[in-house]
């Protein structure tokens, strides 16, 4: 079973930025697709960002686009999103994910496995 294990959430004020890191915790090989959703409190789970196998096609939704990056370094299976410019709105706790080839990149029913969450929250 692949465990996914998030860090680098945490409080940080409206502009401020962080950076979030992903890796497993078991064997896996690369997955063709990491993302990264998040969700706020009575709000359902959301796309935010996502990389393929080699790294050379990113995807963001609007809302971060600009402010966001998303990079994967396969020799330490990790995956990161560097948030810049940070919005009260961007709270919230912030997923991991992986998946196969199939299926979009944005639907959270395609993702395979899961990691615990990050919380981030941004004071105004």
């Known amino acids: 079973q692949v465990q996914l294990v998030e860090s680098g959430g945490g409080l940080v004020q409206a502009g401020g930025s962080l950076r979030l890191s992903c890796a497993p915790s078991g064997r896996t090989g690369n997955p063709a697709v990491m993302g990264w959703f998040r969700q706020a409190p009575g709000k359902e789970r959301e796309f935010v960002a996502a990389?393929?196998?080699?790294?050379?096609?990113?995807y963001y939704a609007d809302s971060v686009k600009g402010r966001f990056t998303i990079s994967r370094e396969n020799a330490k299976n990790t995956v990161y999103l560097e948030m810049n410019s940070l919005k009260p709105e961007d709270t919230a706790v912030y997923y991991c994910?992986?998946?196969?080839?199939?299926?979009?990149?944005?639907?959270?029913?395609?993702?395979?496995?899961w990691g615990q969450g990050t919380q981030v929250t941004v004071s105004s």
């Open positions: 994910a992986a998946k196969g080839a199939l299926g979009a990149y944005y639907e959270v029913v395609w993702y395979d496995y």
């Open positions: 990389i393929n196998w080699s790294g050379k096609s990113t």
